[in-house]
């Protein structure tokens, strides 16, 4: 038995979030009922399970895609402006992938693509601390004070940033190019970093996700990742499962109960 969201990400019909918003919006049916509620449990090999009409099977072939997306694609399956998505780039792949996260319309780079929606969620979750390194092409003065901001921190929409790896690494056309290691996925959050230091982004590449890392992969060109990639993003998926085992609500208690007992030796010492 599993729930039915895991069901339709496993069989790669879409990430597990995606599947919970097809589930909420009363596209996913279980032996002809309609189902709307998350946390649903369905048998695989007896439960008769429809996205749309079309039934499901969990026997799809998993495929683990690496591409150099280019400036001007949305990292969407479609998308209702008509704007040229990163599918157009892996279409002659027979599967039914779709991108892991999002990298901006006007940002290059490392982008991973798979029907495997289990680790999709994982790889993208908070939790997992996964990191990303770009290397940006900046204009304005970029100082060591700029640095160290960077690595402290900085507030982005009213929110303070964690802490960035931040390294010069050469000169360009517009000014600078830095490399910057982040480990949050907020919208456009890179540029907005170095425009909170009154540095404009020029030209943005991801070059490293979860350990993978671009290499020569030439610019609109994919490949598949080998198996010893495979296995180190499933190491990265077990380590945040076995990181998370505590439930948060025993974190809290424990949380609680340090704070009670410094006051208590506070108050002892005051004593």
């Known amino acids: 038995m599993m729930r ?8 790669g019909v879409a990430s597990r979030r995606a599947a919970e918003k097809m589930i909420s919006e009363g596209r996913v049916s279980v032996n002809g009922e309609i189902i709307r509620e998350m946390g649903v449990q369905i048998d695989e090999d007896y439960d008769t399970i429809e ?11 998993k495929y683990y895609i690496m591409l150099n997306k280019p400036v001007g694609f949305v990292t969407t399956v479609s998308d209702d402006k008509d704007r040229p998505t990163v599918m157009e780039l892996v279409s002659d792949i027979s599967a039914r992938i779709y991108p892991v996260g999002r990298l901006d319309y006007d940002t290059e780079g490392l982008l991973l693509l798979t029907n495997d929606g289990d680790l999709t969620f994982k790889i993208t979750h908070p939790r997992h601390d996964i990191s990303k390194t770009y290397v940006a092409e900046v204009t304005g003065n970029i100082t060591m004070d700029t640095i160290l901001q960077l690595r402290r921190g900085v507030v982005v929409d009213g929110q303070k940033t964690s802490p960035a790896e931040v390294e010069v690494v050469g000169a360009t056309q517009y000014g600078t190019k830095v490399e ?11 540029r907005k970093m170095f425009e909170a230091l009154g540095c404009i982004v020029k030209k943005l590449k991801r070059t490293k996700e979860a350990g993978l890392t671009l290499g020569h992969l030439p610019l609109g060109k994919w490949r598949k990742l080998s198996e010893s990639e495979v296995n180190m993003l499933k190491k990265i998926e077990a380590a945040g499962e076995k990181k998370s085992s505590v439930p948060r609500r025993q974190k809290a208690y424990a949380r609680k109960n340090t704070k009670r007992t410094t006051a208590k030796k506070q108050v002892r010492k005051n004593d």
């Open 4 to 11: 039915l969201q895991k069901f339709l990400a496993n069989a």
């Open 51 to 61: 996205v749309d009409g079309a039934v499901v099977k969990n026997n799809e072939k």
């Open 180 to 190: 910057i290691t982040i480990h949050e996925g907020r919208n456009r959050q890179v």
